[in-house]
């Protein structure tokens, strides 16, 4: 079976049409399924970093503020990455950490709801805990109450005291994917505010942010977009809201004239207004330069392949590993699964050491949860059989 199995993975991969797309990273022979908290270096990228460093830096100096463009980074950045969560241009901004702007994004929205009888923040009890814990501050902040409860449970709770719900597209735990399209519509049709969290989507499948009517949303750049370690997260306003979209962080970044100085604050027009301070240029250089690879790679396309992944994982899972170590607690349905599988197996930290000793690199989440991320630009099907297969010699060791 595992010949059969390794024929297919061979037969997968010269099919696939994003094969080409894994020269354009730095990569060995190890197989790097954690791609899903830190994507992979693109080859390009240490060139360009050296071009801010010793030029732009290190010969123009605060020229390059101007004449290397330092200064309108943020947008720039934020409308490549745009088409990938499915918003226009003008309505994506990079800059700080994803929890920062999940505070900008949660308050503002509170303050964009303006209804005092709405009472109530909804906030997905499963949440990555960052999520979770800003939530819960912004609450405290703006005298609202804060309602954890699973995503499945948020239509039956929306009602006239719901101001604003956030929700994390994908499960980082199970990988599960939420339905956004009619969480969405329910949020809106009580009349709530839907802010979204796309840490674990963006550039592994279509988002649909202005197809779907979603408020706000945020995002980190170091995952599937493999902008590198820490690198910035972006924030999302949807264009209707942009006018009245009063940041709980105004800086002189996101003034209207920040050369002016001036005492008052003026908020500038568009996404701009939700920058903060001066930008954090190396690593949002870095970042810029990661996306070239996206340059012609059609995002349904990578769908496509992650689902194909993610399947065939499952399927030499399944043929290769003992029935009862492990179990998957990602959905089988493809409309409920992101880009990565994870597997409940007893003893999780001593398997996944001995599986990166063998070459195969995923993350785990304790106690018992191995995750597996299926990055489509640089992971093959060659990759995938291997990893199952170096996963039942550890568990039958």
């Known amino acids: 079976m595992s010949e059969s199995l ?142 954890p409860l699973a995503p499945a449970d948020v239509p039956a709770a929306l009602g006239p005291r719901t101001a604003v719900a956030l929700l994390n597209h994908v499960d980082y735990r199970t990988g599960r994917l939420h339905d956004l399209p009619s969480l969405t519509a329910a949020i809106h049709e009580a009349g709530a505010l839907a802010v979204w969290d796309l840490c674990h989507t963006a550039g592994a499948l279509p988002v649909g942010l202005d197809a779907h009517g979603v408020d706000l949303a945020v995002g980190c750049t170091y995952k599937y977009l493999n902008g590198g370690p820490g690198s910035p997260a972006y924030l999302y306003v949807a264009e209707r809201h942009q006018e009245a979209f009063d940041s709980p962080l105004p800086g002189w970044n996101s003034h209207t004239d920040p050369f002016a100085m001036t005492a008052d604050f003026t908020p500038a027009p568009g996404a701009v207004r939700g920058r903060v301070g001066t930008p954090d240029i190396l690593s949002m250089l870095a970042l810029e330069a990661a996306l070239d690879v996206w340059d012609g790679v059609s995002i349904d396309s990578v769908r496509a392949k992650s689902l194909a992944l993610t399947d065939f994982f499952l399927e030499c899972v399944e043929s290769y590993v003992p029935g009862g170590l492990v179990t998957s607690l990602t959905p089988s349905a493809h409309a409920s699964r992101g880009s990565q599988v994870a597997l409940s197996c007893a003893d999780a930290p001593s398997v996944m050491e001995k599986l990166i000793a063998r070459g195969v690199v995923g993350d785990l989440r304790r106690p018992d949860v191995l995750r597996f991320g299926f990055t489509p630009l640089y992971v093959g099907f060659g990759d995938t059989e291997r990893a199952a297969a170096a996963l039942a010699e550890v568990l039958a060791a």
């Open 6 to 147: 390794a024929h297919k993975a061979a037969a997968l991969d010269a099919a696939d049409e994003l094969a080409g797309a894994r020269k354009l990273f730095a990569l060995d022979e190890t197989v790097y399924l954690d791609g899903n908290s830190l994507g992979a270096l693109p080859a390009h990228v240490p060139a360009r970093v050296a071009d801010v460093v010793t030029r732009q830096w290190g010969e123009l100096r605060i020229r390059s503020w101007d004449e290397s463009g330092w200064w309108t980074a943020p947008e720039r950045i934020g409308d490549r990455i745009a088409p990938l969560v499915g918003a226009g241009p003008g309505q994506v901004v990079v800059g700080d950490s994803t929890s920062v702007n999940v505070f900008k994004a949660v308050v503002g929205a509170v303050r964009l709801c303006g209804d005092d009888s709405r009472t109530d923040i909804l906030v997905d009890a499963t949440t990555f805990p960052t999520d979770g814990y800003i939530a819960e501050s912004a609450a405290r902040l703006t005298g609202k109450r804060l309602v």
